[in-house]
Structures are given as C-alpha cells and as structure tokens.
C-alpha cells in the first residue's frame, strides 16, 4: 500500500459491461488497457489495513468501490464536479481493480457501507449510483418517466424512480430477456420496438409528452423517441453510450419545446453516495431481480460468455476459499 491507501479483502463483485469491452479485447480496450492489469471496479469488502495518511477508514469497515479516482484539486473537483474531473483514473481500468481476493484502492473511493446492505448488493453500488444520478438529476415524485434500454442500469432506474415516488415508469427494451426482468423491478409498462410505432403508444400512456426520459441504451432511435415523446419543459437525461458519437437530432424541436438536456456520467462525489445510501438503507429498492447470476470468481469466463450472450442481468462474484 502506498499513502492514503486502504486494503480491502473481497466479498463480492459484480461484472459490467465495460468488463466485457476488456474481455472481448475491442478497439477501446486495446488502446486504453495497459497489461498486466487486474479489471473488475465493482466490488465490495472488509477493510484488512490502513495505509499512512488514512485518517477516516478503519480496520473492520464493509466498503463499496467508487471506482472514479479523482484529482481533488482541478477546477471541477474544486467546484463539487468531481464525476467530471478532467485527471480521473479507473479501477479496473487505468490502475488494478477489484477481480481478485484482495485490492489496493485510494482511501476515499472506498465507501463505508451500512452492513445491513447484502454484499452481493453492496458490490455494483458503482452501477446503481450511475441509475441514481440519472433518475435523480431532475424531480421524479408523480411524474411519468420514459427509461429507453433495460440493461442493469436502465433496470435499476425503474426501481429508483418508484422508490422516488413516480407516478409511471414506461420502458423500452427489444429484448425478451430483459423484457422480463423489467417486469420484474416494477415497470409500469415495457414497449417493444418491435410492437410498432411508440410515440403513439406513449402519448396514450403520457398524453402531450412523457416529464423526464433517462436515455439509457445508446441506440440512435431512443434518442429521437427521446425528443419525439418528452413534454415541453421536460429533461432528457443521457447516460447510454453511441457506437458513433456523431449524431442527428431535432435541435428546433429541443429549442422550441424548452427541453433540458443533460449529459450524465459517473456518481457525483459524494452527493450520489448519500443519496444512494438512504434508498438502500430505507428497503425501498426492488434490485434482487437484476441479479440473475451468482458465482465464483474464478468463473470469470462462464460469467462473461453469459453478458455476451445476453443471457445475464447482473452476474456477481463471490470469494470464499
């Protein structure tokens, strides 16, 4: 351990997409992955040691990974902006991660957790804090709510946006799969591009336009759904990643309908945390049916032929001898 560090024996971890990038050794992963590295920036565990300098962790803390490490002293992290910070490094990513029976990681991206957290929850609260700074980045209470894409952090959206207090969640999602497990979390109506046309379907549900859509799948036809269907003076918020970024919209229509728009990416730091922390510890999150998948994590391979498949929710890991 070097200063401000702190060693964490590991309990669980859960697997992302951006794990499957690495696996799959795309062009990204290729160019931005410097072996020998241990991935894996889900993960949660006991703290074992303290590193020198470490003030505010102790022996004995159960800690979540925040997996941004961030500068502390550029104008964003000066300004409360540290999820933008402009020298950020990632666990998993640019330093060691957590796939492993142990991890070395910065004092302040270990999260104290409250135990009464489960582990195999505790670990993707990296993930989840994504859902929650997207859903929670404008009101939510008795508003209708368009969440395009049911992956882990689309699903994880419709569970915050109820435990909010919402007054409807409509999805989109085209695969079976994930079409079930958005049933699963509470989605109040789930719409399948292949059902025909949604904008149709969603002014029934939401007459004169949805109040807020997360974009969460990346695909260039919830974008437009996303200006198409959102009320004027609503906000569209986007996590979702585009293959290519280079994009077409309606900027008129997002102009002359008053439309908020806004780019979402990471947790804030720590204003997230907090938030996050009180829906976990309230029992208002319904998450267990994202985790369809439990296993060793010298499974490692099993679990990630299974995201390729997309036959996975969330596949977590656990570390017993």
């Not at 990643?241 to 806004?262: C, E, H, P, R, W």
Request: charged share 20%; proline share 4%.
């Amino acid at each position: 351990m070097g200063h401000g560090q702190v060693k964490i024996k590991l309990e669980a971890a859960s697997v992302c997409g951006t794990d499957l990038h690495i696996y799959n050794w795309d062009a990204w992963a290729s160019s931005r992955i410097k072996p020998p590295t241990i991935i894996g920036h889900e993960f949660c565990g006991t703290i074992v040691e303290v590193g020198e300098g470490v003030l505010d962790r102790a022996v004995g803390d159960f800690v979540s990974s925040e997996s941004h490490i961030v500068c502390g002293h550029c104008k964003q992290c000066l300004n409360g902006q540290g999820h933008v910070c402009v020298n950020t490094k990632i666990l998993g990513v640019d330093v060691d991660g957590g796939f492993a029976e142990y991890a070395v990681i910065p004092s302040q991206n270990a999260r104290p957790t409250n135990r009464s957290v489960p582990r195999e929850i505790a670990a993707f609260q990296d993930a989840l804090g994504n859902a929650v700074h997207t859903a929670m980045a404008g009101p939510l209470k008795d508003q209708v709510v368009l969440i395009t894409g049911m992956g882990p952090i689309g699903l994880f959206a419709v569970s915050v946006c109820k435990a909010a207090g919402a007054a409807k969640v409509i999805t989109t999602e085209i695969s079976p799969y994930r079409i079930d497990l958005a049933h699963k979390v509470g989605a109040d109506l789930v719409l399948s591009p292949k059902d025909g046309d949604l904008c149709s379907r969603i002014e029934k549900e939401a007459p004169g336009g949805v109040d807020a859509t997360l974009e969460m799948s990346g695909h260039p036809s919830s974008l437009e759904l996303a200006v198409q269907c959102t009320r004027p003076g609503g906000r569209i918020s986007l996590l979702g990643l585009y293959g290519n970024s280079m994009q077409t919209v309606d900027i008129n229509a997002l102009i002359f309908k008053g439309i908020d728009l806004q780019g979402i990416v990471g947790r804030r730091i720590w204003q997230t945390w907090d938030q996050m922390g009180e829906l976990l510890e309230g029992g208002k999150l319904n998450l267990r049916p994202v985790i369809t998948h439990q296993m060793h994590y010298t499974e490692f391979q099993r679990a990630m032929e299974l995201m390729k498949a997309g036959q996975a929710g969330k596949v977590v890991f656990t570390f017993e001898s």
